[in-house]
């Protein structure tokens, strides 16, 4: 039976979902799943948007004919020619003759290659911004190469402002019964599997992802149809950004990520006394066996954190088996811009440290902490020290608002002043407040809710009079907060804070209307519980009025921890990044390959594709 989704009023998502594939491309677990994602466009012509894998082909067969109904197929856009996309493309021929196949050349090639059909009759060859129209549609193709193979090209929508993105934006995971990433706590839920998909599948070819990026932000874009995972029609910035930060290799997070391979645990027992070290000084750190963990997940934190860990036995002389992996798999996938540090073993003549040195130094950018800890067998107590001070040379790279102050035995002059900083030390939670006054909503971002007595149940709130929050409550003696939970992205902070009620409506686009028996709306996303209350009594303090208020209603919605003004200073609100040097080069417009430097020799051919310097144009 035919399973599809409708997109828009023309746009119908036909594809399928997998549960049983254990090994995505035979080498990335996919413990949850994986959606292949196929569209079909009903205009004055019919257009479909890629096919899928063979596991679910028969599935996908029945959502082509039943959403086609009585009409023909016009067109088969394909935009990338990997099976798990192409599989199903010479049944769809074999039952719709009169389609023609829109694709660049390099699709075709890849499609004779791939399978034994006769492309070349049924072609439609098109190149970079070339368009088609459909009838109120109009195709813009803008390729795409190596993201994620060389043939790939994307398609914009100019009518339903709609990219197609081909693998770009993806995520594993099936839907679920879900169609849209604003269906799902995406940050929570799926984030960490957006980042496996992302680094693993692409994580090699940032620069060519950075390029597509570049052509899709001159695109208005109101909705990312890709060929994995979730649809995404609200707050798109939040999967682009990630794409921005990942394909530049800055990494997200400050913290460590400590990788061991350890055969008796010996290894393993240094890595975890490094790890305590660190958390002892505030540093976050996570910890991974490689020969227990999928190395797709690990790969993946690599580009999460800031500075990464090897511990490894040696084994044959050499690393040991699941580490050498490892690390020639990050290579592989280009990490750069990272602080790296080492612990090696070997019971009589330990190598591995060296030669884990060796491979991460060819990456660019890897800052390899001198000192690396070379263990006989097991660590021993004189050899505490150079664990601490690996630590301390580990916390001595990170800025100072990441890593708590390192311990002292010198006892600090105390000043006698009053630090403004040191009010930041209280644990501040974050809300949204939120009043009606007549047929006006607002809300604003405060820090500053506390409960006061239990019987009866009060709380206090403080809120700035240059707040139109403020004067609605002075006038209503009524208010909602919505407690912000640590998910909560940095747009709920631009949405509701940083601008005024006075000049735009804060739940203009927010797309739910949700109100308190008060009347009063309330956020229902990324927060966990939300109280009602009546003021009793206000003081005023100058720049701020004091509310005391007794609660009418309360109700818990998730069990994500609250926010705190520490953990959105820390993990939400963006850090600048630094500015980057313009790289000189030339990049291959068949492959997107770049070469670096001011000149490109006359006799350049592209390790990739092997085309020559022709093909090339400056950066
Ligand atoms: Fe989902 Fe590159 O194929």
């Not at 932000?217 to 909705?223: N, P, R, W």
């Not at 950004?241 to 990788?259: D, H, N, R, T």
Request: with cysteine; charged share 20%.
């Amino acid at each position: 039976m035919y399973c599809i989704k409708k997109i828009t009023n023309d746009l119908t998502w036909i594809g399928a979902n997998d549960r049983r594939l254990a090994m995505f491309e035979g080498v990335y677990s996919v413990p949850y799943g994986v959606s292949y994602n196929s569209y079909l466009l009903k205009d004055e012509k019919t257009v479909l948007f890629d096919t899928v894998d063979k596991a679910v082909q028969q599935r996908f067969m029945e959502n082509v004919s039943e959403t086609l109904g009585d009409r023909k197929l016009d067109y088969i856009v394909v935009q990338h020619v990997e099976p798990d996309h192409s599989a199903a493309l010479k049944e769809l021929m074999l039952r719709y003759p009169g389609a023609k196949i829109v694709c660049n050349a390099k699709i075709q090639l890849f499609i004779k290659q791939f399978y034994d059909l006769d492309i070349a009759s049924r072609a439609h060859i098109v190149k970079e911004n070339d368009t088609l129209n459909t009838g109120k549609h109009t195709l813009h193709f803008v390729m795409a190469p190596m993201v994620h193979w060389p043939e790939v090209m994307v398609t914009y929508d100019s009518t339903d402002k709609i990219l197609f993105s081909a693998d770009a934006f993806g995520c594993f995971g099936a839907l679920n019964g879900a169609l849209f990433a604003d269906e799902v706590d995406f940050a929570k839920d799926y984030m960490d599997e957006a980042r496996r998909y992302y680094t693993n599948i692409v994580g090699k070819y940032g620069p060519q992802v950075q390029t597509l990026l570049n052509k899709a932000s001159a695109l208005t874009i109101d909705m990312i149809c890709p060929l994995h995972g979730f649809v995404w029609r609200k707050n798109i910035e939040d999967i682009v950004s990630k794409y921005a930060l990942w394909s530049s290799y800055e990494p997200e997070e400050y913290g460590v990520m400590i990788a061991y391979a350890s055969v008796y645990g010996n290894t393993e027992n240094a890595a975890e006394i490094l790890s305590c070290r660190l958390r002892d000084n505030g540093i976050k750190t996570v910890m991974f066996d490689v020969s227990v963990t999928p190395a797709s997940e690990i790969v993946s934190a690599a580009f999460r954190w800031s500075h990464l860990v090897f511990a490894s036995t040696t084994y044959n002389a050499g690393i040991f088996v699941t580490m050498e992996a490892l690390i020639n798999d990050l290579a592989a996938h280009n990490i750069q811009n990272r602080t790296a540090a080492v612990i090696e073993n070997g019971s009589w003549a330990a190598a591995s440290g060296n030669l884990i040195c060796d491979i991460l130094k060819k990456c660019k950018n890897i800052n390899i902490i001198e000192n690396k800890i070379s263990i006989k067998s097991s660590l021993k107590t004189e050899q505490l020290a150079e664990i601490d001070s690996m630590a301390n040379e580990i916390i001595a790279t990170f800025p100072k608002s990441a890593a708590a102050v390192s311990k002292s035995d010198d006892r600090p002059v105390v000043p006698n002043t009053v630090e403004s900083g040191t009010m930041f030390k209280l644990t501040y939670g974050l809300f949204v407040l939120t009043a009606k006054d007549g047929e006006k909503d607002n809300g604003c971002i405060i820090n500053t809710a506390a409960q006061i007595t239990s019987s009866p149940m009060r709380i206090s709130i403080t809120v700035n009079k240059a707040n139109l929050t403020h004067d609605m409550i002075l006038k209503t003696s009524e208010f909602n907060i919505s407690i912000l939970t640590e998910s909560t992205p940095f747009r709920i902070f631009e949405q509701f804070g940083f601008r005024s009620g006075k000049e735009v409506e804060k739940f203009d686009g927010c797309g739910y209307d949700v109100r308190t028996a008060n009347g009063i709306r309330y956020v229902p996303e990324y927060t966990n519980g939300i109280i009602s209350a009546k003021v009793t009594e206000s003081y005023d303090y100058g720049t701020h009025t004091l509310f005391i208020a007794e609660l009418t209603q309360a109700f818990t919605l998730s069990d994500v921890p609250s926010v705190s003004y520490q953990y959105y200073f820390d993990h939400i609100k963006p850090k600048p990044q630094p500015q980057k040097e313009k790289k000189k080069g030339f990049i291959c417009k068949v492959c997107g390959y770049v070469y670096e430097g001011e000149t490109l020799p006359e006799d350049f051919i592209c390790p990739l594709c092997k085309h020559g310097a022709e093909d090339f144009e400056p950066i």
